[in-house]
């Protein structure tokens, strides 16, 4: 069998995966609404790729504050919980694993996206140039439009940005989650915390690399309260330049936040473009989010740099993507006009292998 290790089963904290193969977050803008509660649609959605180790959901907002584009599924209502434990339910019936990515869009956003149009929030009053978000028009249509200035927020407000995650840990864990993934990654709210073009704060929350990660490790350490550190995640990206991203000490800013990690016992770090600096900082997982082939990834976990790897777009046309890799078959291409928004062409239409050879 080829790059057998990839089929190979691993443990994440207590969690035992079937294989090493992992369904990358993707935003599709599909919640339904009003409420961007998930739906039945989004549940055969997840459930049609539960053969991946572990599958994890896409950028999920903690409050409507965090939201950054239109039918972005939440986790702050009842019944967004709800809709969640279908989800839940539905893969674990078909033997998967989920964890829920818990993130905050920060500046990446706009008034139309907010609560009585206010605008969105950022640790510095600094516009994220060049990034856009899918908001809906007064016409019913859905278009890309320009992420907005946001206001900082204050001090005292931070710590009301910490309970929001532990209100979204609570309602994770009750939707049934296997493992909680805390999204500091690709310009989000506490990327932007870390990232030094970003944060130009003067309080307890800027300037050293300790204070631009001190969000950061409170989020963590409140989360590991709420469901135990086993079941805790993080999303990093330290090498991320999109959403207007600069971070003149991003491998500074690893390396400190690696120290944190390892005092506070995460399970594991889904990583961009993963690299050994990681690994000789961190005893916990590693999940090298890496836009290769097989053969690449194989590698990755043979020379010890992760533990598992996770496949983004692949996994958009491939439901079966474990079984495609495993057999060596071709991969279908996704449809980028369907990729953000619609319903089920494009999202759950998409055949297994084996119902291609049959039509």
Not at 276 to 299: M, V
Request: charged letters at 20%; aromatic letters at 6%; a negative charge.
């Amino acid at each position: 069998m080829p790059h057998d290790t990839l089929f190979s089963p691993v443990t994440i904290g207590k969690l035992e995966l079937p294989n090493r193969i992992v369904m990358a977050p993707l935003a599709r803008h599909r919640a339904s609404q009003p409420g961007d509660v998930p739906s039945e649609m989004n549940a055969h959605y997840y459930a049609q790729r539960a053969s991946a180790g572990l599958i994890v959901t896409e950028p999920t907002q903690i409050s409507r504050q965090g939201q950054g584009g239109w039918a972005t599924p939440g986790i702050y209502t009842a019944a967004q919980e709800a809709g969640w434990k279908g989800i839940v339910g539905a893969v674990h019936a078909r033997h998967g694993r989920i964890a829920a990515l818990l993130s905050h869009a920060g500046r990446v956003s706009h008034r139309r996206l907010q609560e009585a149009g206010a605008p969105p929030v950022a640790p510095s009053a600094i516009r994220a140039r060049g990034a856009t978000v899918l908001i809906q028009h007064d016409d019913g249509t859905t278009g890309f439009i320009d992420a907005e200035d946001p206001r900082p927020l204050d001090t005292d407000e931070i710590a009301g940005v910490v309970l929001q995650y532990v209100d979204a840990a609570h309602r994770a864990d009750r939707a049934g989650f296997d493992l909680i993934e805390i999204d500091a990654a690709n310009g989000c709210l506490l990327h932007q915390f870390i990232a030094t073009g970003t944060n130009r704060r003067t309080d307890d929350y800027g300037g050293s690399v300790e204070n631009r990660v001190r969000i950061v490790v409170d989020v963590l350490d409140v989360v590991a309260g709420v469901v135990g550190a086993h079941r805790v995640g993080i999303r990093l990206s330290p090498g991320f330049t999109g959403a207007d991203i600069e971070d003149a000490e991003a491998l500074a800013s690893l390396s400190h936040l690696a120290g944190k990690l390892k005092r506070i016992g995460i399970a594991y770090v889904q990583l961009a473009d993963a690299d050994d600096a990681l690994r000789n900082a961190y005893d916990g997982a590693i999940i090298a989010t890496a836009d290769c082939g097989p053969e690449e990834a194989h590698a990755l976990i043979e020379r010890g740099t992760a533990d598992a790897v996770a496949f983004g777009l692949p996994f958009v046309a491939n439901p079966d993507l474990v079984e495609r890799m495993q057999a060596n078959r071709a991969l279908a291409d996704a449809d980028p006009s369907t990729l953000h928004g619609g319903g089920e062409a494009g999202y759950t239409d998409y055949p297994a292998f084996d119902d291609t050879q049959r039509r």
